[in-house]
């Protein structure tokens, strides 16, 4: 038998004389990537190894006699003699499912040292992972047990690249030098560092337990949290050049976890639709469904969409703009006590349910949605999206800076200015849906499911979509809303790498649906301002 141990990771393999270095990572869960299949063509599965002599070089082009006297080989060809110490190795997925060779998972300690020791008398120790989800808006962690699956913390907060732009186009402008493009990257690497060490210290873990990751994110969150020059994503023909389905190391993005920790990226499927969305659909199991119409809209800050005409798969992006999410207007909140996520118009009056029952502190997206849909039945505003007069708005009205605005709490309002954000942002959306539906050749009624993602509780009632013409008239007993799908998805992603080859081999056949390019555009966004 041949046994091999893998550093940093502190993993030990027993395995048959004869057999390669890359079979017998695989015995443990780990797969390198190797484009040819391990033909040993492509020269993608390098491994330093050491002693160099207990393996037989592996002559290839890209080797150099210099590289295979220090021990690199690739790992698809190679056959170990002795015992070995295999010290690096590049892009590879590790799969952390029970071994059949019972638990060898002995994780990297003191970081830099070189040195791997396993646990302490009485103390065990598994491996960690990260779920990321950088959003535009808001940005979440989840540190997972890699084991079992359980999350055993998360950290949540504010983007904080907002204060240099609301939307991916503003900051695109604002990074455009080499000193702003590292300052945004440190804006989100600093804020995640945080959480990790936040989370890790309410699960009495240790960063260096963290050995992989899995990120969701838009193409243009991605390159910003790696520092990378995003220019070509915010111009037709609209390139990116961070690469979706494949790993990257954790220092890429700046992570304080295990030096050897990876970074899984899942498929990018345009420069507007990211790792967010691909990751996402794995909450929607009927989107894989060769038999069934399937709609999957994520209402955040870019709108993206992927619709599913069994098996034939169109996406694509729309401008929403950060309003549905509370950003940008007067009284517009994260989902936190205090925030208005329902509204309702009994007894002649405007009544509020708030998060936390607390006071009203302004409004966050489920209750603006609701307090649209209020408005309209009640006349309080018109479907122009022109609020009504002060003999109608009674003792609602308001002048702010010399526009009409609602007030509903001390000193709160929802102003005429809010209003037109608010229908800019539904324009966008329901543009994008009928758009996309177009392309796919089909009616809104023969849809079977609606999955609506995003940032709105349960408390959302689907017919106030409606009410407001964000969705198309009679599909509200459509829709499932199922939250935040990125760090969902992302979370999946970590503990099952068969959903990694499910998104990889399939989401290459998505179609891209440029909306601005298609000549009916700019009639339907126009009539779909209004309410």
Known sequence: ???????????????????????????????????????????????????????????????????????????????????????????????????????????????????STGPSAGEKRQAKGLAIDIGTTTMVLLLVDLETGEVMASEAGLNPQAANGYDVVSRIHYANTDLRRQEMATLVQDTLNRFIR???????????????????????????????????????????????????????????????????LPPVMHAFVGTDISAGLLLCPEFFDTEKIVLFIDMGTNGEMCLNVRGNWFTTSTAAGPAFEGMGLSSGMRASDGAVEKVEFTEGKLRFATIGGKPVKGICGSGIIDFLAVLLKTGFLETSGRMAGPETLGPYDRNIDGQPAIQYAEGIYLTQKDIRQLQLAKGAVRTGIDMILKKGGIDSQELDRIYLAGGFGNYLNPFNLEAIKLLPARTANKIVFCGNTSIEGAALLLTDVEKRRLLESGLGRMVYVALAALPEFNTSFVANLDF
């Open 1 to 115: 038998m041949i046994h091999i141990k893998i550093e940093p990771l502190g993993i030990s393999v027993e395995m048959e004389k004869g057999k390669t270095i890359r079979e017998g990572l695989e015995q443990v869960g780990i797969r390198l990537e190797s484009p040819c299949g391990g033909l040993g063509s492509c020269g993608g599965c390098g491994v330093w190894v050491q002693p160099a002599v207990n393996v037989p070089p592996t002559p290839h082009k890209n080797i150099s006699s210099s590289k295979a006297a220090e021990g690199f080989r690739l790992a698809c060809m190679a056959v170990p003699e002795g015992d070995i110490t295999i010290r690096r190795m590049d892009r590879y997925v590790y799969d952390k499912k029970p071994l059949d060779q019972g638990d060898r998972i002995l994780l990297h300690r003191g970081r830099g040292t070189g040195k």
């Open 198 to 264: 936040d989370a890790c210290a309410k699960a009495s873990v240790k960063a260096e337990e963290i050995i992989d990751i899995c990120i969701g994110a838009n193409t243009t969150m991605l390159q910003m949290a790696a520092g990378m020059d995003c220019a070509s994503i915010g111009r037709s023909p609209f390139h990116f050049s961070i690469k979706g389905g494949t790993d990257y190391p954790a220092s890429l993005f700046g992570l304080h976890v295990n030096e050897a920790a990876k970074v899984y």
